[in-house]
């Protein structure tokens, strides 16, 4: 599918990152190139150890490279420190895990609005935000409960919902799939799937290749390196 | 932000009430124990200041040694500074009957009265009181106090001239050697002899004094204590001015006449009500100062007992840490989230310890006749010092959180 619309959101340049610990020094990127448009739903593969979830975290600013660029929305993020960091991941980035990651013990609303807590957004626009992003993933209903009285589909449907609520750049999205089975997974792919058509960046990391066939485009990890980009 | 913050704390405390409660607990027994000890060092310094301020702004008292009066020159100025010298206020008194006779003498006093202490215990029958306060003094001692009878009479200056075996009780004595019987005219014994009671004191309101109850007390003669015991050691004179206003020439004026009995020996205090006032007082201060630093420790634990259920929170909640610095959530966010949590344990636990200091101030009234004071001090102090505690002792645990890398906090179970 052509793309119109052809801003960069994500520039990576020569990027390395080297971990020097006790277990000696070990290179989990080895300079990575990778460009990602505005619009784009880009599927990161690759075997466990390959470095993908390295990747991840650094694009996620989770973790910094050793070497190399990472531009963000025009930002040169090498520059930026930990609490300018921490207001990026907040604004311009969506985080979708595996196992969810809700708060056992706040509401779905709660655990939704976070991010605009984090961003000093009074109260009732928060509620109003939440209750829009609950409606465009389907659990409007739920927004009173907590994540243990809703099921595993619904969880990450709520995950999604937080991961839209700061309207952020791009969503990252870490074996979305992982812990459901298949038709609740290809449910939530779907979904993605559909924000993605309503103009939400997203990257997934994935091992699975029925997970990667919603991409537009895969990019392969191995040995740190980015081996194939694959163009659907 | 802060009220988001308290409403995540109050979530996160009601998730483990049992743990915020005991760890809170800590903090409400170190804040009780300080309130309760500056409570009744503060009430018994009110009831002695009543006490001794009930005696009136005319009347001095001299005493044996130096009391609340040293000076010293220091730098060429003159410092004066209150308080007791044990060492010149116990033993052998050095008051002799010659110096109550010089008081009397010196113009402007009305009326002059001894006190001395017996070491007796009473007898009647078979019962048998030792903690009663046997005292000799001179009828003129109650007309300077003011002391009020609930039955019979005082006993007169003939008594004493005649050295009559008569006793005037206070009312907890005869509550204790007579129970509901009428005294008057009744015996006691002491040291071997008997007593005929004459009055019986009016009850004193939560009475306090030199460690005795004053109600628990035996007023006999001097003439027959000398007699009985073959000398008379003179603890106290009072002296009782016409006018407040001559207190000051008055005490300066037997400051010089008793000295000069006393070969110009310093040996001897006369002090006004203020300066008794003060001597107490500053006994007092220091017990008080002593005591809540011991009761300050407590605290110091209920501190510590924060900090480890805070850093056993703090390990907990890891993944959660994680969560919200992958949310957005900065270093200060996260501090501001764990050190709320410790402050307000630390602030229930201090309202925990005040509402306890006051149900044990109406205990302690009930069982001691000491009324515990709080001033709104005390309230400011309990506050204060949660905050403080939460704030000092949560820190750690705090930093220990927002220092957490989110990656690690995201892999942790």
Redesign the interface.
């Given at each position: 599918m052509p793309k119109t619309n052809t801003k960069v959101v994500i520039e990576l340049a020569n990027l390395s990152k080297r971990y020097d610990d006790d277990a000696g020094i070990y290179d989990a990127l080895k300079s990575v190139y990778l460009v990602i448009k505005e619009g784009e739903f880009l599927a990161i593969m690759g075997p466990s150890g390959s470095g993908k979830s390295t990747l991840m975290?650094i694009i996620?600013l989770?973790?910094r490279p050793s070497k190399g660029d990472y531009t963000l929305d025009g930002v040169d993020t090498n520059l930026l420190n930990?609490?300018e960091l921490?207001?990026l991941?907040?604004?311009k980035i969506g985080?979708i895990?595996q196992v969810f990651?809700l708060?056992p013990?706040?509401t779905i609303l709660q655990n939704v609005e976070?991010?605009l807590?984090?961003?000093?957004v009074p109260a009732k626009v928060r509620k109003k935000r939440v209750e829009e992003v609950l409606s465009m993933v389907g659990i409007l209903d739920k927004i009173n409960n907590r994540p243990n009285r809703i099921s595993g589909g619904q969880a990450q449907r709520a995950a999604i919902a937080?991961a839209l609520v700061?309207n952020p750049s791009i969503i990252l999205a870490d074996e979305p799939t992982g812990n459901l089975d298949t038709k609740t997974g290809a449910e939530i792919m779907e979904l993605l799937k559909h924000l993605n058509k309503k103009g939400v960046t997203i990257v997934v990391v994935t091992h699975n290749p029925e997970v990667s066939a919603y991409a537009d485009r895969t990019v392969v990890v191995r040995d740190g390196h980015l081996k194939i980009t694959e163009v659907k | 932000m802060i009220w988001q913050d308290i409403k995540t704390a109050l979530q996160s405390i009601r998730s483990a009430k049992m743990r915020s409660f005991l760890t809170a607990l800590g903090v409400a027994i170190g804040v009780f124990a300080v309130l309760v000890m500056v409570g009744v060092g503060d009430g018994v310094k009110a009831q002695v200041g009543g006490q001794v301020s009930s005696l009136g702004t005319n009347v001095l008292t001299i005493a044996s040694g130096k009391i609340g009066q040293s000076s010293t020159a220091r730098n060429g100025q003159q410092q004066r500074s209150a308080g007791i010298s044990l060492g010149s206020s116990l033993g052998a008194s050095t008051l002799t009957q010659q110096d109550a006779q010089t008081a009397r003498q010196t113009s402007d006093v009305v009326d002059v009265a001894t006190l001395s202490i017996i070491s007796s215990s009473i007898t009647r029958g078979t019962l048998n009181s030792s903690t009663a306060f046997v005292t000799a003094t001179d009828s003129s001692y109650f007309s300077i106090r003011s002391t009020k009878l609930a039955n019979g009479n005082f006993f007169t200056n003939e008594d004493n001239k005649n050295s009559s075996y008569v006793a005037v009780i206070g009312s907890a004595t005869k509550d204790n050697v007579f129970g509901d019987q009428d005294p008057i005219g009744k015996t006691i014994t002491m040291r071997g002899k008997e007593f005929k009671i004459i009055g019986v004191t009016a009850k004193v309101d939560g009475g306090l004094s030199f460690g005795a109850a004053s109600d628990d007390i035996v007023y006999i003669p001097t003439n027959t204590a000398t007699e009985l015991i073959g000398k008379n050691d003179i603890y106290r004179i009072i002296v009782q001015v016409n006018d407040a206003g001559n207190v000051a020439s008055v005490k300066s004026s037997l400051d010089q006449s008793i000295k000069a009995n006393h070969m110009g020996s310093d040996d001897f205090s006369v002090l006004s009500q203020e300066e008794l006032l003060g001597a107490f007082d500053s006994i007092l201060n220091i017990l008080t100062t002593f005591v809540v630093a011991i009761a300050a420790i407590s605290l110091i634990v209920g501190g510590i007992g924060i900090m480890n259920i805070m850093l056993v929170t703090v390990t907990e909640r890891t993944r959660e840490i994680g969560i919200r610095k992958a949310l957005g959530a900065t270093f200060g966010d996260i501090m501001g989230q764990f050190m709320t949590e410790s402050i307000i344990i630390s602030l229930i636990g201090g309202l925990l310890g005040l509402g306890l200091s006051y149900i044990a101030g109406f205990v302690i009234k009930r069982l001691t006749g000491i009324t515990p004071i709080y001033s709104i001090k005390a309230l400011l102090v309990a506050i204060g010092v949660s905050l403080f505690v939460g704030v000092v002792f949560g820190t750690a645990p705090a930093l220990k959180a927002a220092k957490k890398s989110p990656i690690q906090a995201l892999k942790s179970l």
């Open positions: 975290n996620g989770l973790d930990h609490k921490a207001g991941r907040r604004d985080f895990f990651n708060l013990r706040l976070m991010p807590v984090y961003k000093r937080r700061n | -």
